[in-house]
């Protein structure tokens, strides 16, 4: 959390490529806008900027070692836990250049330098400035550490495309350093706006017995209800998320509820109600369920089967009928007729918002790793969400909440 009377504080983290050069530069953005810059540099980073660099543009001192260098008790003593105390004493960690080393040891949580280890005893948001070689970039692995780190709420800005110091033409080139310091504002400038609310958000898809072995199920992946709560935490608010099952780790600082049917989701639902000021309903859940599931597993014949299916609760419509002073957003995955479908939904399930997306061969929506959407509100016209990834898609919704909030009090006034 931003601490109150006092600037923002940022850790610089510095990876091992040639563009550490202009964390220089980026550091002296910083400063001009009144931040504190702790710079943390890995020992390759060391090989292209020196630490006196950095010294001098941030009037602080430089870590680069897990250890004190100095061979007294008493040195040691103090650096063995000053990952903790930096982790503990910052708002944002920066780092630029992010080399695929360092997106590789985040995403599966390594520790070797002060770095990677001050990095799992952070809580606050995570903000990354990739730098590589164009096939580094492209390589599946390093594509996978990525959409593993967005899953977790982290944020990237760039890289750009364009020449790189190897001689080769493509995407890897660092973002320049003021792209990189604004987006660094927009975090910090927004991070505690949700403070004082509590989200309860469900993800996911929902899995329907058909026996004790098969289910009926949907194509949602959970992202972007992920990645709503994380931003939400990222942001002040607690959250509690409402998952079905999904392949996704849990975004730090958010209390999980692990369900599979639609009905276990809506009692948990309405049992966590109550404490609730937003609800957001992302989840796809199922509209039906079978009617009577086998007891045991159905063979296999020659015969065809037909199952009865009967209607699952509708999860949102209970909760606009119990809304009361809520903010109650709500998503509408359509094929066709969005803008209608999402006005009707609006109305039917007493919403203040519906996030209206088209899913189905674009490559955004359910498995994909952006989305584009349409936010309908009763009185404006749909507001156009651009084609982005889940991370941003995400602070654009919930950036309407403080404006939703005020038009639910004018309405009831």
């Known amino acids: 959390m931003l ?33 504190k810059v702790q710079p943390v540099m890995t020992a390759a980073a060391m090989q292209f900027i020196t630490p006196l660099t950095l010294s001098t543009l941030t009037h602080a001192k430089v870590i680069t070692h897990l250890f004190s260098e100095r061979g007294d008790a008493n040195a040691i003593l103090s650096s063995a836990v000053e990952h903790i105390d930096v982790a503990l004493e910052n708002d944002l960690l920066l780092v630029a250049p992010a080399t695929a080393n360092l997106l590789a040891q985040f995403a599966h949580g390594l520790a070797g330098d002060f770095l990677t280890t001050m990095h799992l005893a952070f809580t606050g948001p995570v903000l990354l400035a990739p730098a590589m070689n164009t096939n580094m970039w492209n390589h599946a692995a390093t594509q996978a550490n990525l959409r593993l780190l967005r899953e977790r709420g982290y944020h990237v800005v760039g890289p750009d495309a364009g020449d790189l110091a190897c001689g080769m033409v493509g995407a890897g080139r660092l973002a320049e350093p003021l792209e990189i310091a604004d987006a660094a504002t927009a975090l910090l400038d927004g991070q505690n706006d949700l403070a004082g609310e509590t989200i309860l ?61 639609a009905e276990q989701m ?5 049992h966590r109600l109550p404490e609730a000021s937003v609800f957001i309903g992302v989840a796809a859940v199922a509209d039906y369920r079978p009617a009577n599931p086998a007891d045991q597993k159905m063979k296999k014949t020659a015969s065809r089967l037909s199952i009865e299916l009967e209607p699952t609760a509708d999860i949102l419509a209970e909760v606009g009928r119990l809304k009361g002073d809520r903010i109650v957003i709500g998503f509408a995955a359509e094929t066709q007729n969005l803008i209608a479908e999402a006005s009707r939904k609006l109305n039917a399930k007493n919403c203040d918002m519906v996030v209206a997306n088209l899913v189905g061969g674009n490559g955004t929506g359910f498995e994909g790793d952006e989305n584009e959407v349409l936010l309908v509100t009763r009185d404006a016209e749909p507001q156009a969400v651009s084609r982005a990834a889940k ?7 919930l950036d309407r909440i403080p404006g939703l909030r005020l038009a639910a009090h004018a309405e009831a006034r």
């Open 3 to 35: 601490r109150n009377g006092s600037p923002p504080r940022v850790i610089l983290g510095i990876g091992g490529g040639i563009a550490a050069y202009k964390s220089a530069e980026l550091a002296r953005i910083l400063i001009q806008r009144g931040y």
């Open 391 to 397: 991370s941003v898609v995400a602070a654009k919704i």
């Open 201 to 261: 958000i469900t993800a996911g898809p929902t899995q329907e017995a058909i026996d004790p072995v098969r289910v009926i199920t949907n194509r949602s992946s959970g992202k972007m209800g992920y990645a709503l709560a994380a931003n939400a935490a990222q942001r002040g608010a607690k959250v509690i998320l409402v998952s079905g099952p999904v392949a996704l780790a849990a975004p730090a600082q958010v209390e999980m509820v692990r369900v599979e049917s």
């Open 266 to 270: 809506k009692n948990a639902v309405l």
